[in-house]
Every structure is written in structure tokens, then in C-alpha cells.
């Protein structure tokens, strides 16, 4: 029973990990038209100009758990500090 819930989380994660990725890559296609339209604004001084925050990489949490599972016999309830990656969000 604790084996088919570690196999789910498992999953759930590789899925939310993937869709991560994917919008990411959507993201980065769509990011010159955003720079564009960002520059435009910022001449015609419609926007004020954004500050750039950064976030926790879940994606490469979620990756870096998904490995662990699957390596070791962890339960899921376990959980530690497993090191921070920031991105720009």
C-alpha cells in the first residue's frame, strides 16, 4: 500500500516537473515579444519599469526527490532541506 502511494508521488512529480519545463519553454519562445512590448511601454512610459525577483527551482526539486525515491527506500512523508536553485521569475 505505502509502495503504490511512493509510486504515485512519483508520477505526480515527473508530471509537474515535465509541465514545468514545458511552460518554461513556452515562456522562452514567447519572452522577445514580452522584452518588445515591455521596451515599447517603457518609451512611450506607459508601465513603470519591473524589478526582477527570484524563486525556488521546483522544477529541479521535484526532479531531485523523483531521484531519490527511485534510489532509495524513502518513505514520502520524509522530506529535508534538499539545497535551493533560484530562477528568475
Known sequence: MMAD???EMIEMARRCSAEIKELRAH???LEPKAHAYDNLCS???LLPQ???G???DLAW???NRVNELT???VPVAESGNHGSTE???
Open 50 to 52: 519591473p524589478s526582477v
Open 43 to 45: 518609451v512611450l512610459r
Open 87 to 89: 530562477v528568475a521569475v
Open 54 to 56: 527570484y524563486s525556488e
Open 5 to 7: 502511494h511512493k509510486q
Open 27 to 29: 515562456i522562452a519562445r
Open 71 to 73: 534510489r532509495e527506500n
Open 61 to 63: 526539486r521535484l526532479d
